[in-house]
C-alpha cells in the first residue's frame, strides 16, 4: 500500500510564495507517478500538475504554467509543488496522488487528505 500526506499549505497574500509537500510510504512510493490536485468546495476536482515516477517529465495544467513548478526527491520519497505569484483562485485544497502507468497520466490510485491554500486579496 501507499500513504500519501501533504503539508506546507497555509495563508499567504496574493503575489506570495508556497512550497508544498508530499511524503510517500509504502513499497512502491519510487516506481509511480506523482501529481498534485486541487479543489474548491462546491467545485470539480483538478488536475494541477504530474511529474514521472523516472526521468523527471513534467506536465503542467494551463493555469499553472509558469507559476508553479513540480518536483520530487525519489530518495526522500517526496514531491513538492513550488507555487509563486499565487493569486486568489488559486485558493482550494491541494491533494498529492501517486499511481498512473501512463504518460500524462490518466488516473492515480492513491491519495493524501490534503491541505489548504488560502490566498488573500
Known amino acids: 500500500q501507499v500513504q500519501l500526506v501533504e503539508s506546507g499549505g497555509g495563508l499567504v497574500q496574493a503575489g506570495g510564495s508556497l512550497r508544498l509537500s508530499c511524503a510517500c510510504s509504502?513499497?512502491?512510493?519510487?516506481?509511480?507517478?506523482m501529481a498534485w490536485f486541487r479543489q474548491v468546495p462546491g467545485k470539480e476536482r483538478v488536475f494541477v500538475a504530474a511529474?514521472?515516477?523516472?526521468?523527471?517529465?513534467?506536465y503542467y495544467a494551463d493555469f499553472a504554467k509558469g507559476r508553479f513548478t513540480i518536483s520530487r526527491d525519489n530518495a526522500k520519497n517526496t514531491a513538492y509543488l513550488q507555487m509563486n505569484s499565487l493569486k486568489p483562485e488559486d485558493t482550494a485544497i491541494y491533494y498529492c496522488?501517486?499511481?498512473?502507468?501512463?504518460?500524462?497520466?490518466?488516473?492515480?490510485?492513491?491519495w493524501g487528505k490534503g491541505t489548504t491554500v488560502t490566498v488573500s486579496s
Open positions: 496522488s501517486a499511481g498512473s502507468s501512463t504518460w500524462p497520466p490518466t488516473a492515480m490510485n492513491y
Open positions: 509504502g513499497r512502491t512510493c519510487g516506481s509511480r507517478h
Open positions: 511529474i514521472s515516477w523516472i526521468g523527471g517529465n513534467t
